[in-house]
């Protein structure tokens, strides 16, 4: 199992992993919430070229919606993205995650050159990786002999529709989230207080939104898996008290891709 330590605002991590199934702690030791999102980058491109060439009308993207009031939808359509980015892969990580806390996912990574991510903002809506949360990670050819773990949980994403199935008791769960149909899935868990809202952990999640992940987030971040490629399976260990909690979907959870679950005592 390797560590990945995320701060205000860097990546502590190996510079080189064999590929195969791979267990990552994520600790978030930073002030912020954090997530991690691997990209898989097309053959001949590095981190540089993600951070000179992507992330430059990626901010300015942003920052069309934060200071200038642009609509979300308007800002993507004049964002000139480099045409080799189509050809990237979102190939897992951990979901949104408090600070002070950790969590542990498995996913199987190909050989390649990737590319972390933190895309939460600072309290003065700058991105993470505008900040420096952007790091450069090679997987080896050489195969892990890791497999991956059992879980009691399993979680299907598809197309616009979240089913879970297992028994949510308090205590440690292993969950396997399966990527069925469709694109730019992931699965985060939030736990909400007595009197907290699903809807207020709806309108923080989309990063484009004015007010998307910026913190404080409305309820207690306990990570997740992030986005994989249709047909793959990621895993993360999740421990639940009583109380209630919230399965949902960033990219898609206002389109009805969420699940409110109570866990009884």
């Known amino acids: 199992m390797l560590e990945i330590v995320a701060t205000d605002y860097a990546f502590d991590a190996p510079e080189k992993i064999p590929s195969g199934w791979t267990t990552i702690e994520f600790i978030n030791d930073g002030e912020d919430p954090h997530m991690l999102l691997f990209h898989l980058l097309p053959e001949g491109k590095t981190l540089d070229h993600f951070a000179g060439e992507l992330y430059p009308p990626v901010n300015e993207w942003w920052m069309a919606v934060r200071d200038d009031g642009m609509d ?3 800002a993507r359509q004049v964002a000139n993205l480099p045409a080799w980015f189509g050809d990237a ?4 990580g951990a979901g949104f995650i408090d600070p002070g806390l950790s969590t542990k996912i498995t996913m199987k990574l190909p050989p390649g050159t990737y590319v972390m991510e933190c895309y939460v903002k600072t309290e003065d809506g700058e991105l993470h990786a505008m900040e420096g949360m952007l790091r450069e990670l090679t997987v080896t050819d050489e195969r892990s002999e890791a497999t991956p773990p059992e879980a009691n949980i399993d979680i299907t994403l598809s197309n616009y529709e979240m ?3 297992g028994d949510l008791t308090p205590g440690s769960h292993t969950v396997a ?5 469709g694109s730019n899935h992931n699965e985060h868990v939030a736990r909400l207080d007595s009197d907290g809202s699903v809807q207020d952990v709806l309108d923080w999640l989309p990063w484009l939104e004015h007010d998307g992940l910026w913190p404080p987030a409305p309820a207690t971040l306990l990570g997740g898996m992030n ?3 249709e047909g793959e399976t990621g895993y993360f260990k999740l421990d639940l008290e009583p109380g209630r909690y919230l399965f949902v979907s960033e990219m898609t959870g206002r389109a009805g891709v969420l699940e409110e679950v109570t866990i009884e005592p």
């Open 177 to 181: 989230v399966h990527f069925a149909e």
């Open 163 to 165: 089913d879970i199935y």
């Open 72 to 74: 979300p939808s308007e």
């Open 227 to 229: 986005i994989l490629p």
């Open 89 to 92: 892969q979102w190939m897992g």
